[in-house]
């Protein structure tokens, strides 16, 4: 089984300023990498998947890239409502599908 | 637009069975394989099962296999997730969520809270 690390695990930023999250697989997952938003009370729901390609309606404030083991995802420009949890997830090995235990984003 | 309608959660016993359900809509449900995805209170999320599209294939997380089962009725356009022997490590809201082109989610329910306890 895959395991999956993100850092840090609480991330602290001002509304406008950058925010970036860090992933890591426990082996290459090559660009099998998807990124989720969840808000307190509400489902996840997809960001990025391949990696680095926006699910629909994602704002282009979003953007992941990396492959094989480490991972990014950059929010250019925080607004009020990217304050969430986000997780990574690999689907290259399978089963299990396997998620990060999660990067808290909140208000500095 | 794409709609999961999770039901059937609740308060149940130890040991005690449950049966989830998942209605599609939205999109044609026999095309697309299916997961049932969990997250216990306060915690991060669980894979726990997949069927594929036209239900010839499972696959299921070592937590929960031998225990649950996952099926569909694409005439119905539902998933369901069959619980037994239930614990109480498996109190969480459990979600059901399509596949993207490959093992990604790209639409998640609201989630069904199920709690096991005596």
């Known amino acids: 089984e895959i395991v999956m690390t993100q850092s840090p695990a609480t991330l602290s930023v001002s509304p406008g300023e950058r925010a970036t999250l860090s992933c890591r697989a426990s082996?290459?997952?090559?660009?099998?990498l998807a990124w989720y938003q969840q808000k307190p009370g509400q489902a996840p729901r997809l960001l990025i998947y391949g990696a680095s390609t926006r699910a629909t309606g994602i704002p282009a404030r979003f953007s992941g890239s990396g492959s094989g083991t480490e991972f990014t995802l950059t929010i250019s420009s925080l607004q009020s409502e990217d304050f969430a949890v986000y997780y990574c997830q690999q689907y290259n090995n399978w089963p299990p599908v396997t998620f990060g235990p999660g990067t808290k984003v909140d208000i500095k | 637009q794409v709609q999961l309608v999770e039901s059937g959660g609740g308060v149940v016993q130890p040991g005690r069975s449950l049966r989830l359900s998942c209605a599609a809509s939205?999109?044609?449900?026999?095309?697309?394989?299916m997961h049932w995805v969990r997250q216990a209170p306060g915690k991060g999320l669980e894979w726990v099962a997949v069927?594929?599209?036209?239900?010839?294939?499972?696959y299921y997380a070592d937590s929960v296999k031998g225990r649950f089962t996952i099926s569909r009725d694409n005439s119905k356009n539902t998933l369901y997730l069959q619980m037994n022997s239930l614990r109480a490590e498996d109190t969480a809201v459990y979600y059901c969520?399509?596949?993207?082109?490959?093992?990604?989610?790209?639409?998640w329910g609201q989630g069904t809270l199920v709690t096991v306890s005596s």
């Open positions: 082996q290459s997952v090559s660009s099998k």
């Open positions: 939205g999109f044609t449900f026999s095309n697309f394989g």
């Open positions: 069927i594929s599209y036209d239900g010839s294939s499972k």
């Open positions: 969520a399509k596949s993207g082109a490959t093992y990604y989610f790209d639409c």
